[in-house]
């Protein structure tokens, strides 16, 4: 079965700063992996999604993710945060099926000025 | 292009009751998926119809039920509401004849249900 696991639930940037959310996936066959954004009061938004067509992968905004198969990671970077980037971010992958993604329990970003 | 559209936004029952959300899907899409939202964790997979039958569902109880009509929208239902169902109820559509475990879903507002 597959699952994700979001290391750490809260991360503080300043603004200008890297932005580096953590995840990490366990999945017996190649996965397929997906990074949303839920601003407050407001459903996902996709930011970017690894279908193994290339390892690095851009997304909207700025943000992109590096799939690593030896370390079974797939981490959300953004090289300068903006106020705007504070929202909830959730790592998912996809079920063998493509029926159903499995979410991690998210990661709240929170930018200071 | 409209997006995935949900009704109501908020809605508040008391335990015991039941209740119907209902989802609009993305213009051409013809995949329809369930998730429940709980407060600070992420969603959860309820089940996804298409071509109006169950394709795939969550571990949920038979008292979530769903149905999608011709024209690819979609109802939850859930009976016997407890406290515990209090969350947000997301819809997600998606193209369910191409793409494979790699497809999209694209998420609608959701609907916050509270149950007291």
């Known amino acids: 079965a597959q699952s994700v696991t979001q290391l750490g639930s809260h991360v503080s940037v300043s603004e200008g700063a890297l932005v580096l959310l953590r995840c990490n996936y366990s999945s017996s066959v190649p996965p397929y992996l997906f990074w949303y954004v839920q601003y407050p009061n407001q459903g996902l938004q996709l930011l970017l999604k690894?279908?193994?067509?290339?390892?690095l992968v851009k997304g909207i905004n700025g943000f992109e993710a590096e799939f690593k198969k030896s370390e079974t990671s797939f981490h959300l970077t953004k090289p300068s945060a903006h106020m705007s980037d504070a929202a909830e971010y959730f790592c998912?992958?996809?079920?063998?099926?493509?029926?159903?993604?499995?979410f991690g329990k998210g990661t709240t970003l929170s930018v200071s000025s | 292009d409209a997006g995935v559209t949900q009704s109501p936004t908020h809605l508040i029952k008391t335990r015991g009751q039941q209740v119907t959300l209902r989802c609009s899907p993305k213009?051409?899409?013809?995949?329809v998926s369930w998730y429940q939202q709980a407060l600070g964790q992420g969603p959860q997979f309820i089940f996804q119809?298409?071509?109006?039958?169950?394709?795939q569902r969550g571990n949920f109880p038979d008292r979530f039920s769903g149905h999608q009509f011709p024209n690819y929208s979609s109802e939850l239902n859930v009976n016997a509401l407890w406290l515990g169902d209090s969350a947000l109820y997301l819809c997600?559509?998606?193209?369910?004849?191409?793409?494979?475990?790699?497809?999209?879903?694209?998420f609608g507002p959701g609907t916050r249900l509270l149950v007291l």
């Open positions: 690894y279908t193994s067509a290339a390892t």
């Open positions: 213009s051409g899409h013809d995949t």
């Open positions: 997600a559509s998606s193209l369910g004849s191409t793409g494979g475990p790699g497809k999209t879903q694209y």
């Open positions: 998912a992958v996809s079920n063998q099926a493509g029926t159903a993604l499995i």
């Open positions: 119809y298409y071509e109006e039958e169950e394709r």
